[in-house]
């Protein structure tokens, strides 16, 4: 079964279809009725019931991409043509290790970290 999240915006779109098919078939009726200004409203109710189907399903499509890991599948090749300005901690972290002072350095090591934000820091002063 899946997470309380993705339940509780399984049963909002469940009502969501509810409530659309309810105001379908008001709007049914208005039209039987003549009733153009009932109808109206029921119309407005409807685009709103979209609107709000549509931004619960781009809400959950975020929750689930940022559950799911995100893998770097570019090859050592382009991981090695990749510009300073678009390398990820990754790419930075497999670089120091190539050299010899760095072969065993973690990615939560401070000193690395310390080196980032100063490199940051140069960067925002335009070094």
Do not use: C
């Given at each position: ?65 940022s559950q ?9 090749e382009e ?39 100063e490199a ?8």
């Amino acid at each position: 079964m899946s997470d309380f999240y993705q339940y509780s915006a399984q049963r909002r779109m469940q009502m969501l279809g509810v409530e659309r098919q309810s105001a379908l078939a008001d709007l049914a009726t208005y039209q039987a009725n003549g009733d153009a200004d009932s109808a109206a409203s029921t119309i407005q109710q409807i685009a709103d019931i979209d609107a709000q189907a549509r931004n619960l399903g781009a809400l959950h499509q975020q929750y689930v991409a940022s559950q799911t890991p995100q893998y770097d599948t570019a090859s050592q090749e382009e991981r090695d043509a990749r510009p300073w300005d678009r390398m990820t901690w990754d790419d930075v972290v497999q670089m120091t290790r190539g050299s010899k002072y760095g072969k065993n350095i973690r990615h939560d090591d401070p000193w690395m970290v310390a080196g980032y934000y100063e490199a940051q820091r140069r960067r925002g002063r335009g070094e």
